[in-house]
């Protein structure tokens, strides 16, 4: 593993993104967090996960100046591996608790929101579905997982306006649910972990697949239709003159 | 067209609702406002629309006493299209803010709920869907359009109960989404117009398909069998009675 | 009928839970609810109805005792019945009102989460799923009626948590619709009932199915499923232990 860290304690693991200073996701991080939660599924002594990132960020979302060196197979290889990874967390036979400990953008956001429980930093840290922003549409399966937390209304207000929130914001609308500062951050997460790994494993594993199961099914469903339109959008000619621009600038 | 018109500027468009004094929906209005949103839909210098009516009426939903002439079929046939008119504004591929200028009643909160952002005057207008109280049923599609702005249980308080309501208690349920005066709706409107017609044309259609094209299939499936239920309560005795009383008082 | 009494006034049906100190349910209790419910739907005089318990109970849920002594078959057996009169009050044609006059635990809450309205005494009375807390399951049925209540997220709060709310925790949650002190309860029950009973019945009818049906065909196509998992879970080594721990000191 070169940009994942696991390390279990006391029945929970931990899994940390380390990729330069953004966490940027590409096929190699993508591959190794795949890896990472199907190896923790099967692994009996872990009760619950914690995933979070390093420094300022929890991830950035994809890795753009990348993938503009891809044609549009291997990127949408790429988009079929990434959505698959959010529908295993979104209905990982464990607890999964989001530790964002940072920026939560695009891409990082749907994989937030695929976790059980989301706890966010105060201050400059901003969580945010931006796709809209650089003329990108974004998958079936991220608008499912977004409308349960929000509500319909309100995933089209974040989908529409691309709007960084802050971690305050966020709670208010049910994207997160707590925020804590940086120091309680470590202890605020572990204390939640603790509490998903006293549950009944079988039990959990049960009720979650009630919960989750009917969406799930929808969501792949529908992903692989949105995931053309999406490669389409992207491929656009308008489109793509704005990824160009973020990657010189950013 | 006579009850529509519209008038393009700056790339977006209004379309307003004129048919006498409370804007009663019927076959010829129901008519003219489908054909208005194909083209709308078609011409690509309009990338917002904004929705309205006159003097104290958005519109007070349909023209009962017309519709008191019409045998089953005829009003069965009008009321498929009538449904299909709020299909399309649902799932239309320009943003459609509603400007909710006075009372919005039954059928015309049903369009109201079609569209992406509604605006109401507070003061003495109303919105409502009252069908209960003459002993209406309603219809599958408008349903799920309710409840996906106020939830499901208070989607059952609305139309269980018929109640009138104020500006202010639509926001509070989510039923609208702004209240502005008199004074202010004409500009707060178009700010929000602005704001949707900045955003990329083709990212948007792609996320609100992804965000309403279930819920609309949805609709869709179950709206025959809803209007046959409609129509057969409709003309019940006692609802038949009720609607010829409303004419004479009303 | 033994554990069910029903006296009808005035278009109301009252039916009251009559088993022992706690009302728990057991099979001739879930036949005498079925039969009862079966007979108001039919009964043209019956405009609404108020379900409620006896003394500090509503229900506390499942005769777990009784069912120690059950074989799979028998259990697997109750349980479609359990589920099907759940189905059956959440689509039954005329308002129920649930009428929660004490505690409200587990299979009673589920009960409780079919009808159309919810009233709950404060104090010392709690309502819960508490299944995850002796290692149990729930039904896929039960998870969909929550989730209508209080939305998909808190749901999974309510089902991981096993938590006991207060009336006024419920009500923030949408869990019930209005706390009423043990003096008013009773006054403010009859209030709902009475103005359910005013609402012409077709319409009535027409409009919860709309509100309605979908869910109900999610949840039957989905039961059977969920119940044999349940069962798998509820026989399993130190699930069974735990019951029958609960049995000892309960």
Redesign the interface.
């Known amino acids: 593993m070169e940009y994942i860290s696991r390390t279990d304690q006391d029945g929970i693991s931990r899994v940390v993104i380390r990729r330069g200073k953004v966490n940027a996701f590409n096929d190699n991080l993508i591959d190794e967090m795949s890896r990472t939660f199907g190896e923790l599924a099967l692994d009996p002594s872990v009760r619950s996960i914690v995933l979070t990132g390093t420094g300022k960020f929890f991830s950035f979302g994809f890795d753009i100046p990348q993938f503009l060196g891809y044609d549009r197979e291997r990127f949408t290889r790429y988009l079929a591996n990434f959505t698959r990874l959010y529908r295993d967390i979104f209905l990982h036979p464990k ?1 999964v608790v989001a530790m964002l400990n940072g920026h939560t953008i695009a891409g990082a956001c749907m994989i937030a929101t695929s976790c ?1 429980y989301r706890l966010m930093v105060p201050g400059k840290a901003r969580i945010s579905l931006n ?2 922003n650089f ?6 399966g991220s ?1 499912e997982m977004l ?3 929000v ?3 309100m ?2 207000n974040v ?3 691309g709007a960084m929130y802050t971690a305050e914001e966020a709670l208010r609308m ?1 994207l997160v ?1 707590r925020v804590a500062s940086e120091e309680n951050l470590e202890e605020e997460t572990m204390k939640v972990a603790r ?2 790994a006293a ?2 494993p ?3 594993r ?2 979650k ?3 989750r199961r ?2 799930a099914e ?1 969501m792949e469903k ?1 992903e692989r239709d ?1 995931i053309e ?2 490669v389409r ?1 992207w491929y ?1 000619e ?2 793509w003159a704005r990824l160009q621009g973020k990657t010189i600038h950013g």
Do not use: C, H, M, N
């Not at 003329?135 to 079936?140: K, P, R, T």
């Open positions: 607890p059980d796709e809209i003329g990108s549409s974004v998958f079936a608008v409308k349960r937390l509500g319909p209304r995933a089209e989908l529409y306006s049910g649910d509490e998903y549950r009944d079988d039990a959990f049960s009720i697949g009630l919960l009917a969406v929808r529908t949105s339109e999406f959008i656009s308008k489109t």
